[in-house]
């Protein structure tokens, strides 16, 4: 028994350092990690978030760098103070940056620093191209706001003092990074800013409405539950998010659990 346990965990290390080896994180991960069932757990947080990264969904039409939901983090690892722990010195570190999600209210996505910057590069050229503005404020914002400030939100007064760091800042500057989708305002104070992923509208949709029919479309199962091999290979029509990103976020927000029976893994919900 016990040389078996330590073969399965031989085995979750050796997926895990294959992981930290593969690929460029475009959702172009290697075939053999491909299933939720085999990889559904992870020891280490920076390891759970890479592979999630590397199996990002492709998305048609969309220039999104891929983002981990901080639920589907929760999935993949049994101790949440400890994530949340770990997360916490990856977000000290500069590793990753956290934002908050209009999905829900305790919805948080996590993006690697790396592939941030890159998001805002894409909003730079774009704005170049389409209305030939100088692009000072975005290169202000890289520097002087994102490197110094780490949490989810900055407040008006806070950020016009850092951006000055570059330059003089005008009300015209803040609408410009409203605008691109780096700020958005809080509804209950609007002098307090969320920090936002630009370009993540469609797919902030698509979240929504896949949560709703990956749960509908097990409430319309018998025993409202399916298996893991056969719900995994179900397409959805409202997301153009994979069930691989739905069925983690569902179970680490709790509406989801799974069960191991005789013939593999049993994903059943856990809410009405």
Not at 110 to 115: G, R, T
Not at 187 to 210: C, E, H, M, R, T
Not at 240 to 266: A, E, K, N, W
Request: charged letters at 30%; aromatic letters at 6%; a neutral charge.
């Amino acid at each position: 028994m016990n040389s078996s346990s330590e073969s399965s965990k031989a085995r979750k290390r050796r997926r895990e350092a294959e992981i930290e080896d593969d690929g460029d994180g475009n959702g172009n991960g290697n075939s053999e990690i491909d299933s939720l069932e085999d990889c559904l757990t992870f020891s280490d947080t920076l390891v759970a978030l890479r592979m999630m990264r590397v199996q990002f969904p492709n998305i048609d039409k969309v220039s999104v760098q891929p983002f981990i939901l901080q639920s589907q983090l929760y999935s993949t690892l049994k101790d949440r103070t400890e994530v949340d722990r770990e997360l916490e010195c990856l977000k000290r570190e500069k590793v990753v940056r956290v934002f908050k999600l209009n999905t829900g209210q305790d919805d948080h996505a996590i993006m690697f620093l790396d592939d941030y910057l890159k998001q805002i590069d894409h909003v730079i050229s774009r704005f170049e191209e389409r209305m030939q503005l100088g692009t000072g404020i975005f290169q202000w914002f890289k520097t002087h706001v994102l490197d110094c400030k780490l949490e989810p939100s900055i407040g008006h007064q806070e950020l016009c003092t850092l951006l000055s760091l570059g330059g003089k800042v005008k009300d015209e500057d803040i609408s410009l990074l409203i605008n691109a989708g780096l700020l958005n305002r809080q509804l209950i104070d609007p002098n307090v800013y969320w920090f936002a992923i630009p370009s993540i509208g469609s797919v902030l949709k698509g979240i929504a409405q896949g949560r709703k029919e990956l749960i509908s479309l097990l409430k319309r199962t018998k025993y409202k539950e399916m298996m893991m091999t056969s719900l995994q290979k179900k397409r959805l029509r409202f997301s153009s998010l994979d069930m691989r990103f739905h069925i983690r976020d569902l179970i680490g927000s709790g509406y989801l659990r799974t069960v191991q029976s005789p013939t593999g893994l049993l994903v059943q919900l856990s809410k009405d």
